[in-house]
């Protein structure tokens, strides 16, 4: 049956959409095993997996693109491999060699290709790679075994409209503690974010903004994205702490806008109470892309950017020069683009 003549490529959102195939690898006494492609979605877990009770896991976010030839290629995929590392060294969990977590993914995707978004739609195929500590042990301690795993599913917009800017506001929730695990991208810095975003979407708003931790003065994300503002001056700023995800697209947009836009660029604290120094701002992440900022909500008054119904011309021209290069449209720097 072939799944590309079912689903409405135009009209996905972000949900989990179950596809034929998804990669398990196990860890045991100090190895990973050769890991295979299994239809069943549900893990068995045991009852005291430190996973369950103490949120040793992690995760990683990526997408597949299909390009105007056909072809299917990762943007970036290195950097996750790399990041997820990154937490798993935190978390004191085994690494993933970067070798075996690309060719997972692209295993998952070979297996899943039916699902891949046509060129064109909007869509893409979103990957999660996660890490679970498995295996019965009840103290506070690392896992004595591990799951590796890797799914995926067809996605469009993660914010409602794609393009279309949305408000913020600003939350008294902190989503992760300075010196915590704000940089790694582990489960319970999401499970701590719920109850703030659950509030900003209770008020009309499309998720929260985070404040630094310490002195609740400084702009840190946008709910599961970083944030960005263009200063009045046509600078491309976005914030510099020690508590936030250091996310791929961020990085990414901070090299095109320098390269490409020709624009100044800086990683600095971005204070909620000097909005006022820009002209457009952002939100930016693998699911959010790139997502434009109408408004900010704090201390009861609504803080417009650009419009809150219009794109401004350098969120739109960032935005179509980083969707050109993971669509293959555009040529990207090098090593960027992984081709399936
Ligand atoms: N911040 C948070 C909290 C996220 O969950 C994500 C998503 O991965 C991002 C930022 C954006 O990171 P990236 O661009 O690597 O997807
Ligand atoms: C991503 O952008 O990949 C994310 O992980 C965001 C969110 C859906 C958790």
Redesign the pocket.
Known sequence: MDKKTELNWEELGFDYIKTDYRYLSYWNNGSWDEGLLTKDNVLKLGEASPCLHYGQQCF???KAYQTKNGDIQFFRID??AK?MQDSCKRLLMPIIPEETFINACIDVVKANLAYIPPYGTGGSLYLRPMMIGIGNSIAVKPASEYLFTVFCMPVGAYFKGGMTPVNFMVSDYD?AASNGTGQQ?VGG??AA?MIAHEIAEKKGFADCIYLDPITHTKIE?V????FFGITKDNRFITPNSNS???????Y?LLHLAEHFLKMETSEEDVYIDELDLFAEAGA?????VITPIGGIFHHHRLHVFYSETEVGPVTKKLYETLTAIQLGDLAGPSGWIYKI
């Open positions: 990683e976010g990526l950097q996750n990041r989503r991208k810095n999401y974010s994300e709910g599961a994205a970083n936030i995800l250091p996310s791929i697209t961020k990414s930016c992440g693998t699911a959010a």
